[in-house]
């Protein structure tokens, strides 16, 4: 077969390919002895950008890393050097950006600065590739999902279209009073929640919420507060892959 990379086939014109993307390894890959900014140097050198045309403080200034631009890489922490190697990726301006698991062992707040920068480039019309476990991740933030199980494809479509592949969605009922055991509630599957709660699945194209609290107020309970939670897609990657997995065996 023939890959092409922004137009560009990669056995015909390598070095076009590769300069038109950046890629962030999952493995942190940075000399220790050298600074941040000299990090950057190198790599734009690499790329052939001329000195007057390398962004290296105004990339390490929108990843946070401005302050630490004159220290050595080995002492930064494990999320500044996951951000040095996202500005690395950058400092030849790739129209295409490939991250693979980026954010591993980020913590919270250092993993939505990371974020809002490549928002922001994706903003600004680089093109996004992003690997990652993180579900909840990959449902904010991408706009087309594939999905692999055992090396096959099993789903590419745009977030939108995923997400309505699952026909179901959950009614949380908070009652009057905590349950301590889930409800028998006739055709409806309860599950209990923290607190004594309990929460109801049901097809849309089958039932509705109306139908649902009247089997709640049949089993004798008073409902105290109510409310709806859409599939997720940690719910349609197990249906495609767990769930898959079982059909097979």
């Known amino acids: 077969g023939s890959v092409q990379i922004w ?14 993307i950046g890629v962030v390894p999952q493995e942190i890959a ?19 950008v001329p000195p007057k ?7 390490l200034t929108a990843l946070g890393l ?12 494990g999320g500044m050097k996951r ?16 991250l693979d698991e980026p954010t591993a062992g980020v913590d919270v707040e ?23 476990h993180y579900l909840e991740e990959a449902q904010e933030l991408c706009d087309r999902i594939a999905i692999i199980n055992r090396g096959e494809v099993v789903a590419c479509e745009a977030t939108g279209d995923l997400l309505g592949r699952i026909d179901t969605r959950a009614v949380v009922v908070t009652p009057e009073m ?18 004594g709660a309990f929460a109801v699945t049901y097809r ?30 940690e719910d349609v990657f197990v249906a495609l892959t767990y769930g898959a997995a079982d059909r097979a065996g």
């Open 7 to 20: 137009g560009r086939d990669i056995d015909e014109r390598p070095r076009d390919a590769r300069a038109a």
């Open 30 to 48: 940075a000399d220790p002895f050298f600074t941040p900014r000299e990090s950057l140097e190198v790599q734009a050198g690499m790329y052939g």
């Open 53 to 59: 045309e390398r962004r290296s403080m105004e990339l």
């Open 66 to 77: 401005a302050d630490k631009a004159e220290a050595y890489v080995r002492q930064l922490s």
């Open 83 to 98: 951000r040095l190697m996202v500005a690395k990726a950058m400092t030849h301006n790739p129209p295409v950006l490939i």
């Open 110 to 132: 250092l993993r939505r600065q990371l974020w809002r920068y490549v928002v922001e480039l994706n903003r600004k019309g680089v093109t996004i590739v992003l690997t990652t």
């Open 178 to 195: 905590p349950v301590d055991a889930a409800p028998a509630l006739g055709g409806f599957e309860a599950r209990l929640r923290p607190g």
């Open 204 to 233: 849309t194209g089958e039932s509705s919420v109306e139908q649902v609290l009247a089997a709640v107020r049949a089993a004798g309970l008073s409902v105290r507060d109510v409310a709806t939670e859409d599939p997720s897609l």
